[in-house]
Nanobody, 116 residues
């Protein structure tokens, strides 16, 4: 059974930092493109960052230069380092595992709130 479990969310002040983790079980993150998505109230889910099996990264324009995605295949875990947080980063953040011709997997989400 595949599980993606996010952690590390919480409350941060504007300009602050948080580090999200996504621990995978039942699949090997080394053969999946791993991504972070977010969904704010009343908005559609959007891609925040992704990292391919080869280590290539892609970021939404809104987070470029502030967020960094990384992976530790030995720990089967993916991270999202979020710096210089803004109130508009407030959302539920979801971990995603994608592999061509296979189904996608999603975590349950972790709330990130940026507020003073």
């Amino acid at each position: 059974q595949v599980q993606l479990v996010e952690s590390g969310g919480g409350l941060a002040q504007p300009g602050g930092s948080l580090r999200l983790s996504c621990a995978a079980s039942g699949l090997s993150t080394s053969i999946y493109t791993m991504g972070w998505y977010r969904q704010a109230p009343g908005k559609q889910r959007e891609m925040v960052a992704s990292i391919t099996t080869g280590g290539g990264t892609n970021y939404a324009d809104s987070v470029k230069g502030r967020f960094t995605i990384s992976r530790d295949n030995a720990k089967n875990t993916v991270y999202l380092q979020m710096n210089s947080l803004k109130p508009e980063d407030t959302a539920v953040y979801y971990c995603n595992a994608h592999r061509y011709k296979f189904r996608d997997y999603w975590g349950q989400g972790t709330q990130v709130t940026v507020s003073s």
